[in-house]
């Protein structure tokens, strides 16, 4: 994270009245474990994430991060333990898979927008055939948060025409076009040009003001620093420590968070 | 300017037109046929070659003789006009051109098969191209019956009660879902339609026809020969073998262990044996393995064949179309809460697809070529034809016209499916750049 970046995410008043965590449980994930043949990947994981809740998950590269949230909406199959998400219990029954999948959004690092498609029918695909809504209701639904990401002028274009910023913001639309409870980011601005990694931050941080579930995984300090209420240091498939951001980065407790940190802010 | 790094523009070029030695014909000839003394020679050689080539084949087919009644006419004809060279004898296509395109289709019923290319044309339209009028997929769906009826003749009955099969899946597939769900429906939609065209549709389309006689000529097989037999052949061939051989790689890429390994074995089994032995399973080794008394005609049977041989190749193509997706279009899909069938049907496979149009039309191609190998079996594709009207002494001893026009109509079906395809890959190419 460069000064310049962080001051770009710092120069912006955040609005925080809409920002409250409450006291209903969103995920709860329970003694899980996960293994990739024989590599445990994930171990004993134990998260409780609160309705309202913005938690930044960091840590080095293989440390299990992007599989503990692809497992939240079962991108990746857990093999022990319990995830409970909205009430849903994962498990192998399809349906509440696919139940699970349309309440949880989600946004990857390579956006995974669909090319063969306008932008307005990426956005407009699942409501239709996933939620029947009339395709008339989600075009007008789509145009109202591609509006929100401020990229209404690209909705007859294809993915290939934009830029990786407006792909990365088209990707958030379309997720939020099936009206998700919760939002998940598998590192989102990984795979962007400094240049604008801003305008898909700035997408975050209002998605977060207006009182959205959001777990990130990310290696946006600044943005950690300033919207997350928790963040969560993972290594070797384990959590290592979670604090307020705050507490986090001033006082971090375990030398393994303190050698990351010294790492990833030294520069 | 001095020698330190120090600068700053002021002011952004502008672009600017490139120089005139750099764009018209003038350069593209210079680039393209003589941009060095190796290429001048090349391309002079080339030319030479052209011309040698041309100036041999032009006079023998532009001065060729169309006007005779057999091969010994053509050569008086020749000989009399006192040219000093070979022409072709284009008489025997002018003689026997309907028996190459139909057979030995009753003349007096050609408006049949000729009604069902007209009718093909117009159902393939809104597959082929998206401008067409949607209304016109009525047609499409009727299509199959109607080119069954139209080119065997007989009774309506028979496929009017033969689509009645299809009409009883969609409506088990449609309203049974609320009763057997999802599983149950599909199931009930292939099984009872296999019952009643098993037990109820051969009585069925009897007692009809005897009540109510509507029907026209019927048409043996073994009367149906030459571009008709190639085109039946091929056009059903390439309708059945496409759907098939899809699911068939969506088979080979399933994670459910049986209908995987059972694509595998097919997959490998109907590719690993030659076509021609395909075909003679279906003309001699098939009736011992149907019950004594049934006449499964020949000719669907290598239909059948054509189909299952072509439908293993496109599954292959398919897959290789389905492996280079990239994963993150699975999971974008998936993420969405979009189960398997409707992630496949608006995501996978029209890209998938896309990906794997030149091979499909490659493999169609082959099939409609490979429709010539019928021959060994006894069927009177083209080739066979061509030795049929070489048997009559009139035109004994013609190889190259019959060939020559053999070849043309063979050309202009492969060229304009080869067309169709770049045109619609070019169509669907959106992103990706």
Known sequence: MTDAQTSAIQNREIDRSHMKVSDEVAIDISG??????????????????????????????????????RCINALEEHQQGKIVVDGTELSNDLKNIDKIRSEVGMCFQHFNLFPHLTILENCTLAPIWVRKTPKKEAEETAMHFLEKVKIPEQADKYPGQLSGGQQQRVAIARSLCMRPRIMLFDEPTSALDPEMIKEVLDTMIELAEEGMTMLCVTHEMGF???????????????????????????????????????????? | MTNTPSFVRTQMLDPKDPPITEKGAVKWIRENLFSGWLNTILTIVSLYVIYWVLAHILPWSVGGIWNAESLTECREIRDASGIGYDVACWAVIADRWHQLLFGFYPSELYWRPILALILFGVAIAPILFDTAPRKLLIVTAIMPFAAYWLLWGGTIWGPLVTALGFVIGWAVLTYGAATLGALGATIGAIVVPLLYWLLVAGPLSGILGAALPIGIEAV?????????????????????????GIFLALGRQSDLFIIN????????????????????????????????????????????????????????????GLAALPRGQYEGADSLGLDYWQSMQLIIL????????????STFIGLFKDTTLVVFIGLLDPIGLSNAIRADSAWNGIYWELFIFIGLCFFIFCFSMSRYSQWLERKLNTGHR
């Open chain 1, 32 to 69: 899980m474990n996960k293994w990739y043949g024989t590599f445990h990947v994930l171990r004993d994981i134990d998260l409780t994430v609160y309705r309202g809740e913005r938690i930044v998950i960091c840590g080095p590269s293989g440390s299990g991060k992007s599989t503990l949230i």
């Open chain 1, 224 to 267: 950690a620093r300033q919207v997350a209420n928790r963040v969560i240091f993972m290594d070797a498939g384990q959590i290592v420590e979670q604090n307020e951001p705050e507490e986090f980065f001033t006082n971090p407790q375990s030398d393994r968070t303190k050698l990351f940190l010294s790492q990833i802010l030294g520069h």
């Open chain 2, 220 to 244: 043996p097989s073994d009367r149906f020969g030459g571009f008709m037999l190639a085109i039946v052949i091929g056009v059903a061939g390439i309708v059945m073998s496409l759907p098939l």
């Open chain 2, 261 to 320: 390994k059972c694509s595998v074995i097919f997959i490998e089994v109907i590719r690993g044996v030659p076509l021609i032995v395909w075909l003679f399973t279906a003309s001699l080794l098939l009736n011992y393995f149907l019950p004594p008394g049934t006449n499964f005609d020949l000719m669907l049977r290598v239909i059948i064949m054509v189909t299952l041989f072509s439908s293993a190749y496109i599954a292959e193509v398919v897959r290789g």
């Open chain 2, 350 to 361: 029209p890209q998938a697809l896309k990906i794997s149009i030149p091979g499909i039309v």
